[in-house]
């Protein structure tokens, strides 16, 4: 099955800095990648995903990009705020069940 | 509002005791999955239905059942038979099975005291 790898586990940034996340994937057949952010008592919610044939995506302040090659995926977050310090999970999504695979988790900070 | 509702917040359960957790949608979705997070570790999936009267066990489904008798709700039973129930358990539906954007429900808390 698809094995999918999130680094760093836990991100520390000073507010207005960048935040990357990094995550890699095993089953090259994987074609869908979400991202989610998971905050305290609010669930976790779809942030911007990525599909196979695109290597970038941005949504104002965050930008997802894919090498299929190297099989990773990272999340880019710019100009950091408060309110972005959460728990962030990558996921994978292989055929053909299509069963998302998550990553670890890796919990950011942003401080004031 | 449409949105995925998962009950109780937070759960205590004895040990030798069987629970069961609801989740309730109202987005007419046919997929609905659960999923159980540790510390340190991704959400690992325990049951998934792809729609109504049935479902398929997920990586980690030994000691849970499921029931889904009707499109809107998917609870999960975490039985005796789960050696270390402990943790936080999301549920989440999509749209279809096929690449599609999954909402999750704000998770329930279980713990075995």
């Given at each position: 099955?698809?094995?999918?790898?999130?680094?760093?586990?836990?991100?520390?940034?000073?507010?207005?800095?960048?935040?990357?996340?990094?995550?890699?994937?095993?089953?090259?057949?994987?074609?869908?990648?979400p991202w989610y952010k998971q905050e305290l008592g609010k669930g976790s919610q779809l942030i911007i995903d990525?599909?196979?044939?695109?290597?970038?995506?941005?949504d104002q302040?965050i930008?997802v990009?894919?090498?299929?090659?190297?099989?990773?995926?990272?999340l880019?977050i710019?100009?950091?705020?408060?309110e972005d310090s959460a728990v962030y999970f990558c996921a994978?999504?292989?055929?053909?069940?299509?069963?998302l695979?998550f990553?670890?988790g890796?919990?950011v900070?942003?401080?004031? | 509002d449409g949105g995925i509702t998962q009950?109780?917040?937070?759960?205590?359960?004895?040990?030798?005791?069987?629970?069961?957790?609801?989740?309730?949608q109202?987005l007419?979705?046919?997929?609905?999955y659960?999923y159980?997070q540790?510390?340190?570790?991704?959400l690992?999936?325990?049951?998934?239905?792809?729609?109504?009267?049935?479902?398929?066990?997920?990586?980690?489904?030994?000691?849970?059942?499921?029931?889904?008798?009707?499109?809107?709700?998917?609870?999960?039973?975490?039985?005796?038979?789960?050696?270390?129930?402990?943790?936080?358990?999301l549920c989440a539906s999509s749209?279809?099975?096929?690449?599609t954007e999954a909402f999750f429900g704000q998770g329930?808390?279980?713990?075995?005291?």
């Open positions: 099955g698809e094995n999918v790898e999130q680094h760093p586990s836990t991100l520390s940034v000073q507010e207005g800095d960048s935040a990357v996340i990094k995550c890699t994937y095993s089953d090259s057949a994987s074609n869908y990648f990525i599909r196979s044939n695109v290597g970038e995506k941005k302040r930008a990009t894919l090498n299929k090659t190297a099989k990773h995926f990272s880019h710019t100009e950091t705020q408060p994978a999504s292989p055929p053909p069940d299509y069963k695979s990553g670890a890796t919990t900070t942003v401080r004031a | 009950s109780p917040k937070y759960l205590f359960r004895k040990e030798g005791q069987n629970v069961t957790l609801s989740c309730e109202n007419n979705h046919d997929a609905m659960w159980r540790d510390p340190g570790q991704g690992r999936l325990i049951y998934y239905s792809q729609i109504v009267n049935d479902f398929q066990k997920g990586d980690i489904a030994e000691g849970y059942s499921v029931s889904r008798e009707k499109k809107e709700s998917f609870p999960l039973t975490v039985t005796s038979a789960q050696k270390n129930p402990t943790a936080f358990y749209l279809d099975r096929v690449n329930t808390r279980l713990t075995v005291v």
